[in-house]
């Protein structure tokens, strides 16, 4: 499975952005969705997920504010963040698991100017 990530660039405090995760490879078997995000200085954390039924779950920060959806026959996960805070500046990398391994995109930047 390889996953390519795209969509992320500058944008001001309070804006929106679309990320985007382009999966190919033998993804029949992946159980779970995920984004992630680096900030500086910071641990990598786990920002949202989704499942292939659709169900979605979002860390507190992002609540209400970051939307996670899959569109399968573009085989594509996306991001929507909207409000974006300076707080939310990060590397958001895509990840997936099935029942061998796990797997990460290169990573996109996301920087949200004050």
């Known amino acids: 499975v390889q996953l390519v990530e795209s969509g992320g660039g500058l944008v001001q405090f309070g804006g929106s952005l679309r990320l985007s995760c382009l999966a190919s490879g033998s993804t029949s078997n992946i159980y779970i969705w995920r984004w992630y995000r680096q900030g500086p200085g910071r641990p990598r954390e786990l920002v949202a997920g989704i499942t292939p039924f659709g169900s979605t779950s979002y860390i507190p920060s992002v609540e209400g504010r970051f939307t996670i959806s899959r569109d399968n026959a573009k085989h594509t996960v996306y991001l929507d963040m909207d409000s974006l805070k300076p707080d939310d500046t990060a590397v958001y990398y895509c990840?997936?698991?099935?029942?061998?391994?796990?797997?990460w995109g290169q990573g996109t930047q996301v920087t949200v100017s004050s």
């Open positions: 990840n997936a698991a099935d029942s061998y391994s796990i797997y």
